[in-house]
């Protein structure tokens, strides 16, 4: 029996612009990616079993072909021709579900990681990446991790200058939303701002976390529905009052992030937070 557990972390996204859409029906965007501290835990086990399984600590999750991460083992197997017949997989889930912050494509991703190291595949991150565009968008970002800006579909990857230190508060507003929904939603929504995507990356370069800060930007808080907008704006000014650099919506939603430079300064703006949101998380950039 061969097993190995592999972190697999959520993003944020410092900024969210989306640029139109291609023919395929996927939106060409363009991101800056990060990924932060927070994480599930995938346990790859190869023994003995009959068939592919999957169980995970959360009763609602799908366990079946549905899985990101049973999808991510098949994708796997078809292009190194290895048999997953014999894997369980198990994921002990940390990362909110539907919060835009890639808990599902963490997953996926880390698969491919785990399967490429216990069965000593060799393959290079980048050949891992290439194999995740069949899994999703985020997945190939979600191999590499780190700073990254993401265009096209999120596949066309760049790495950029790591983050500054800081501390990033995570808060998730109590509802789900559907990427799919909000992607159609933002069709129909004539966009009044946009992110300084180029400034940002400068920022980034000059390691301006302020500078940083003041420019993240999500074009999908402009689709919100406005009730949830008035719950993401809410957190948004909790963390500024208590001393965030910038706060921001990540992805599609609706986890709100601030950044701080200080973790006490964080740690106290997550006892405020928690007293309403239970999903509230104190994390660093990884
Ligand atoms: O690729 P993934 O399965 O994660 O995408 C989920 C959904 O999000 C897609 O079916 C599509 O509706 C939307 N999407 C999009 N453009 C992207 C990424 C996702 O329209 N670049």
Known sequence: ??????PAYAKINLSLDVLGKQESGYHD?????????????????????????????????????KNIAVIAARAFARHTGKSVEHLSIRIDKRIPVCAGTAGGSSDGAAVLRGLNELMETGLSLTELAKIGEEVGSDVPYCVLGGTAL????????????????????????????STPELFHAID???????????????????KDLHGVAMRMFNVFEQALQPKRLQTVEEIKNVMIQRGALGACM????????????EQETAQAAANEL????ADTF?????
């Open 1 to 6: 029996m061969k097993t190995l557990t592999v």
């Open 29 to 65: 965007l363009k991101m800056v990616m990060q990924s932060v501290s927070l994480c599930d835990r995938v346990t790859l086990t190869l023994d003995e079993a009959e068939t592919l399984t999957l169980s995970t600590n959360l009763g609602f999750l799908p366990v079946d072909e």
């Open 150 to 177: 993401a265009e096209g579909r999120g596949e066309v990857l760049t790495p950029l200058t790591p983050l500054e230190p800081c501390h990033i508060l995570l808060c998730k507003p109590p509802f789900p939303i």
């Open 188 to 206: 129909s929504v004539r966009l009044r701002c946009r992110p300084d995507t180029q400034g940002l990356m400068e920022a980034l370069e000059r």
């Open 250 to 261: 990540s992805g599609s939603g609706p986890t709100v992030f601030g950044i701080f430079r």
């Open 274 to 277: 928690r007293q309403n949101y």
């Open 282 to 286: 104190v994390t660093v950039p990884v």
